[in-house]
C-alpha cells in the first residue's frame, strides 16, 4: 500500500521532497490535478469535487491513507470530505493540522481543550480560496485561545511563479506583507499557507522582517506523515512509486524535473 499525495499542481512535490527524505523507503502515489490548477480561484463546491474526484483516484491506485499537500483542498475540502465522505476503512488528512500544532507547539494528535499560547499575532498568507474558508481560524480555535490572526489573499504570486517571473513574484510578495502590515502591524508569527509560498520563503522573511518567525509546510508535514506512519503502521506496505496527471504527461514531467532539479516521470491519471 502506497501513501497518496495530491495536490493541485506541481507544489505539493515539496511535501514529497521532505517525506522521502524522512522516509525514505516510503512507497508513494503522487497525483497532480494539472488539468484544473489553479484551484486558488475556484469556488468552495468545485474545490470539493476536483479533490473528491482525484482522492478517489488515489484511493483506486491502492492508497488507503491521502495527504492534502495542496492548501486550498485542505481548506475548502476536507473537513466537508472528513465528516460525509472519506470510507471509514480510509484516512485523508491535510496541511493545516501540522501547521497549527507547530505554531501552538503542541504534540501530534493533542486534542485537549484550547488553551493559551505564546503566539498573539498571527498572519496568514495563502490564495483567495483558502483566506475565504477561514479554515485555518476554525482549526486554530480549536487548539489556542486568544491569538489573533489576519489572513492576506495573495493575489498573482502564484501565476508569477509558475510563469517564471521571479521578479514580479518578488515585488508581489512584498506588497501582499505591506498589506498585511497595515492591518497588523507586528505579527510574531507567519504562516506560508500555499504550496508555491516556500520558494518564496526568503522574500517573505525579508519583507516581515527577522524577528518574525516563519512557518512552512513541507518538512512540518513530513514530520506528521512520519508521526503518523509510526502508530499505523498497517497504513504502510510495499509498493511502487508513480507520479500521475490529470494534465499532459510529457509537459507535466518537463515542469516537474526542472523543479526537482532531478527526472521526474508523470504518466496519465
Ligand atoms: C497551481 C498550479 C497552477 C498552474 C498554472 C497556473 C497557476 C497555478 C497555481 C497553482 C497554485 C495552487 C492552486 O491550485 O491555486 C496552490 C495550491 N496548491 C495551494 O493553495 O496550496
Not at 161 to 176: Q, W
Request: aromatic letters at 8%.
Amino acid at each position: 500500500m502506497a501513501v497518496g499525495i495530491f495536490d493541485s499542481g506541481l507544489g505539493g512535490l515539496t511535501v514529497l521532497q521532505a517525506a522521502e527524505a524522512r522516509l525514505p523507503e516510503l512507497p508513494f502515489v503522487y497525483l497532480a490535478d494539472s488539468a484544473h490548477a489553479p484551484y486558488g480561484v475556484r469556488t468552495a463546491d468545485d474545490i470539493f469535487d476536483l479533490t473528491c474526484a482525484a482522492v478517489t483516484r488515489l484511493f483506486e491506485a491502492g492508497c488507503n491513507l491521502v495527504i492534502l499537500a495542496c492548501n486550498t483542498a485542505s481548506a475548502a475540502a476536507l473537513r466537508r470530505m472528513q465528516e460525509s465522505w472519506v470510507p471509514s476503512d480510509k484516512r485523508v488528512l491535510g496541511v493545516f493540522v501540522p501547521l497549527i500544532e507547530a505554531l501552538t507547539e503542541r504534540q501530534w494528535g493533542d486534542n485537549s481543550p484550547p488553551r493559551e499560547v505564546n503566539v498573539k499575532h498571527v498572519a496568514l498568507f495563502a490564495t483567495p480560496a483558502t483566506v475565504a474558508s477561514r479554515a485555518f481560524q476554525r482549526e486554530l480555535a480549536f487548539r489556542a485561545i486568544g491569538v489573533d490572526v489576519e489572513a492576506q489573499a495573495c493575489g498573482g504570486v502564484v501565476d508569477a511563479i509558475e510563469d517564471g517571473d521571479m521578479i514580479l513574484a518578488e515585488a508581489l510578495v512584498r506588497s501582499h506583507v505591506e498589506a498585511l502590515q497595515r492591518k497588523m502591524p507586528e505579527p510574531d508569527a507567519a504562516i506560508l499557507g500555499c504550496t508555491h509560498y516556500p520558494l518564496m520563503q526568503s522574500s517573505f522573511q525579508a519583507a516581515l522582517g527577522e524577528e518574525v518567525r516563519v512557518f512552512s509546510q513541507a518538512a512540518l508535514v513530513a514530520d506528521s506523515l512520519a508521526d503518523y506512519l509510526d502508530r499505523h503502521p498497517d497504513m504502510l506496505g510495499t509498493g511502487e512509486r508513480c507520479f500521475l496527471t490529470t494534465g499532459d504527461p510529457r509537459r507535466v514531467s518537463d515542469r516537474a524535473t526542472q523543479f526537482l532539479r532531478r527526472q521526474i516521470v508523470f504518466q496519465s491519471a
